[in-house]
């Protein structure tokens, strides 16, 4: 019903910043709360962000607190994750995902991105 595309990963030295995109198209964008998860090589994807579908709430995991920021644009059916102060630990394969409700577990997403490559190098 809805498909989602990431944009905005790449190579960044720690200590940078990057803002990743995520374009959704076919269907009622404003319908959904957007999630943003990671996965490095051989590991769980876990959550990051999430907010909710008109984007009064916003949340975080506890690693990204305070150095990210999820936001949205439904006009133009966009979400963002804004990422400052990276670090090498980030670097991991981020996902949008749009759902029922904006919570942490991956269960409440019906939809989801491909994913685009964050690379945080010391």
């Known amino acids: 019903q809805v498909q989602l595309v990431e944009s905005g990963g790449g190579l960044v030295q720690a200590g940078g910043s990057l803002r990743l995109s995520c374009a959704a198209s076919?269907?009622?964008?404003?319908?959904?709360?957007v999630g943003w998860f990671r996965q490095g090589p051989g590991e769980e994807r876990e959550f990051v962000a999430a907010i909710t579908r008109l984007g009064s709430m916003r949340y975080y995991a506890d690693s990204v607190k305070g150095r990210f920021t999820i936001s949205r644009d439904n006009a133009k059916n966009t979400a963002y994750l804004q990422m400052s102060s990276l670090k090498p630990e980030d670097t991991a394969v981020f996902y949008c995902?749009?759902?029922?409700?904006?919570?942490?577990?991956?269960?409440?997403?019906?939809?989801w991105g491909q994913g685009t490559q964050v690379t945080v190098s010391s």
């Open positions: 076919g269907g009622t964008f404003s319908s959904y709360a």
């Open positions: 995902a749009a759902g029922s409700a904006a919570v942490r577990a991956r269960a409440a997403y019906d939809y």
